[in-house]
């Protein structure tokens, strides 16, 4: 059974104070590995895909990378308004379906 | 470019009672799909389909119909609310499959059956 686990569940920071989140996957024949954002009262917003292991993607003061295993979201001094719930997603080999994981509430206070 | 919209924002039922929630996408996208989101357990699939005249069940169908007889437009059909069915619900589309495809996602319909 496709599976998406991210940890933790909730993470507080000062402003300024970089960290990472973990996105642990056992999607069989994994294609994509999606990372999305989300804003409270609002649909998630697509941030990064990755497709294979080593691969890295770049976005302002987010970095996403991928191993065989899991993937991780890197915030590198991070700002209030990066405040929201960061969703973890895989697509595996039909491309037909994504299983999302739970999220991480991410804070960051200023 | 209004992407994907989804209506109602908000509704309340009954137990029993059914409805539709409507989901449209201006983007000419093949693939669309419904979630709920309930909390601590993530975002889950209901339906999707890969095109007009096509449909297939997620993981959790049960008590939901869908049908896509154009492009555009993907509702979902409660068809006899129950408590269980309280949640939020996030219509998506992306250009094709998803393997190489983001989806893009509405604002949600939050639901409470009484």
């Known amino acids: 059974e496709d599976q998406v686990t991210q940890s933790p569940e909730a993470l507080r920071l000062q402003e300024g104070e970089s960290s990472s989140l973990n996105c642990s996957y056992t999607v069989s024949g994994l294609r994509g590995l999606f990372w999305y954002r989300q804003d409270p009262g609002k649909g998630p917003e697509f941030l990064f895909t990755l497709y294979s292991a080593g691969e890295e993607k770049e976005k302002e003061r987010l970095k996403a990378t991928l191993t065989k295993k899991e993937s991780f979201l890197h915030i590198t001094a991070p700002k209030p308004e990066d405040s929201a719930t960061y969703l973890c997603?895989?697509?595996?080999?039909?491309?037909?379906?994504?299983?999302f994981g739970e999220g991480t509430q991410l804070t960051v206070n200023p | 470019n209004a992407g994907v919209t989804q209506t109602p924002k908000f509704q309340v039922l009954k137990t029993g009672q059914s409805m539709t929630l409507q989901c449209a996408q201006d983007m000419n996208h093949e693939y669309m799909s419904w979630y709920r989101q309930d909390p601590g357990m993530g975002l889950r699939l209901i339906h999707y389909?890969?095109?007009?005249?096509?449909?297939d069940q997620g993981e959790v169908p049960n008590g939901y119909n869908v049908s896509r007889s154009t492009t555009e437009d993907f509702p979902l059909r409660l068809l006899s609310a129950a408590p269980s069915q309280t949640s939020v619900y996030f219509c998506?589309?992306?250009?094709?499959?998803?393997?190489?495809?983001?989806?893009?996602f509405g604002d949600g319909t939050r639901l409470s059956i009484l």
């Open positions: 389909s890969v095109g007009a005249g096509i449909t």
């Open positions: 998506a589309s992306s250009r094709q499959g998803l393997s190489n495809q983001p989806q893009h």
């Open positions: 997603a895989g697509t595996h080999t039909s491309g037909s379906r994504l299983t």
